[in-house]
């Protein structure tokens, strides 16, 4: 549809995600013949628009280069709450290949409301937002998910009706463990919005060799609920939730809630047994509406991937 | 200390919720010996405050009678919206034996938000409210705990702090599964006021032998969040989550969230397979914020016995 009888190759380029191996075996299954070399016609070069990216930081873990696609360290991430510059990059308002806008809306109340808190940012951390936030101006909408906080912006409409966009009509969405592309209806779910409860482990990571420290091992982390509710307990076990120990809550803002729209930074100091070697810690954490995570992703699997809240678990060696 | 030197018997029958053997096998153990006939002082009736209660509705399962506190059918709950007069019972403003009065807060954000729906009813159902409810005032703050909902209100307090009652300090809050009686620190959680996510499953009931009609058993139930969620999906199981079915949302209110403060009531018809004979039905409900609820009580588990919002699950006989 996009190459319209052309060659598909310049739409590949362009979205480099899709070049990798397990695409080509895919497409290898669907190959009805070769063309004959005095058949190909040359197309136009329709250039490469992420010539001009900026020079992102070394501690990124690239997932994907066009476009730029990329992981920070769990370790970092728990380090401050000032976010770092040029660090992460999302779908924005730029025109795709096809020349569709990205879009996203929010409830108007979420918009007009004194406590939404919603901003259209043009400074990060007192300079101009950098272009992979969104540059010169970026709609940030605290306590719901970064989909609907639109980069690039260069549009409002006030409207009763929800974005007709794909990504707010077909995309964002939860569903039913057992619903697949097969018999999904995209309508009868909401567009995501206002977020679940959620905590991670950032330190050790999975697999680490920790050190334990005169019977104990040290752990840090973040947790974060949407719509503004504050994280009022972070609850951590190693023996597979036989015995629970609640996190120190480090750094926290200062709003109470429904505006409470930052991380919390949370720290642990847990005994191990001298006999084990190994160890599996298991983090969950509490909203001020006492919502808290599901134990397992199987029953909160969905097919579009997405709001996967279930508890952390990483599993550690021990050197003792 | 009640009694102050005299006998507690009338304090024992003023409360009548503790006048069971468990207590008297408790306090069996407790016994230093027994009063001689004659130094025996007769002391004042102090009455029966409950002398002037109502006569209750026949389909009330009384758990106490002095004070009245009884559970309603959950068939009887999934049949409107409309909650009949005379049918709950909640500690209130009268004052208990200490003559110490029922009290509690909620966020000056709840009480004066636009969106926030709190009220003073002075009726219910279109007649004056009845004094089970709370008459001649109760006020009514949606989303919120019922403990927060006061009822026989004799004043207002604007003030930026909490209530200092036993009930808002040192009740009705949650703790880490791990936390008991002899670690706890109240001031460590926060007063309960939004509730999370819930759903039960009122028909059929725990032990209960189903017809299976053509093959389906149909169920039926009820979910609700706090805060003014709304439920969009609530997903059953029948293989301990192998399988998740989608219930039809038969009655909801058609407020938008966050201002969404009724019960969904939900139905459903599932399949089951023809060798089965019994069978274990598990329920779980989804919020407009994409929470869910925690598989087991286990995890949840706190020693107040408050929020367990853990799947609701029912095992059935299945005739067939």
Chains 1, 2 share one sequence.
């Not at 690239?62 to 990329?70: L, R, S």
């Not at 959620?198 to 019977?215: D, H, M, Q, T, Y």
Request: aromatic letters at 10%.
């Amino acid at each position: 549809m996009i190459a319209a009888g052309s060659s598909v190759e310049p739409f590949w380029v362009l979205y480099g995600i899709h070049v990798n191996d397990h695409v080509f075996e895919v497409l290898e299954t669907l190959r009805i013949g070769n063309l004959s070399k005095s058949d190909i016609v040359n197309v136009a070069d329709v250039g490469d628009p992420y010539a001009k990216d900026p020079i992102r930081h070394s501690a990124l873990k690239p997932a994907n280069m066009k476009p730029f696609n990329a992981e920070i360290s769990p370790a970092l991430l728990c380090e401050s709450f000032i976010t770092p510059k040029n660090r992460f990059q999302f779908e924005g308002l730029d025109l795709d290949v096809t020349a569709t806008q990205y879009a996203a809306s929010i409830p108007i109340w979420k918009a007009v409301d004194r406590r939404g808190d919603v901003i259209l940012a043009y400074e990060m951390n007192g300079v101009p937002i950098p272009p992979d936030h969104g540059y010169p101006i970026r709609v940030v909408v605290p306590g719901v998910a970064g989909a609907r906080n639109v980069k690039w912006l260069g549009k409002i409409v006030v409207s009763e009706k929800e974005s007709t966009s794909h990504w707010q009509q077909n995309d964002y969405k939860g569903f039913s463990p057992s619903i697949d592309y097969d018999n999904v209806d995209f309508s009868k779910a909401p567009s995501i919005q206002e977020l679940p409860v959620i905590s991670a482990i950032c330190k050790p990571l999975e697999g680490e060799v920790v050190k334990v420290e005169n019977g104990y091992i040290n752990l840090k982390g973040y947790a974060w609920s949407g719509g503004g509710q504050q994280i009022i307990r972070v609850d951590l076990t190693l023996d597979e939730g036989k015995t629970w120990h609640i996190a120190s809550l480090d750094a926290q803002d200062t709003a109470l809630p429904p505006q409470h729209w930052a991380w919390t930074l949370w720290s642990a100091k847990l005994p191990v047994a001298p006999e084990f070697k190994e160890v599996e810690i298991w983090c969950k954490a509490v909203d001020s509406c006492y919502n808290t995570q599901p134990e397992r992703f199987e029953n909160i699997w969905n097919f579009r991937g997405v709001l996967s809240n279930a508890y952390h678990r990483v599993k550690i060696k021990l050197n003792q």
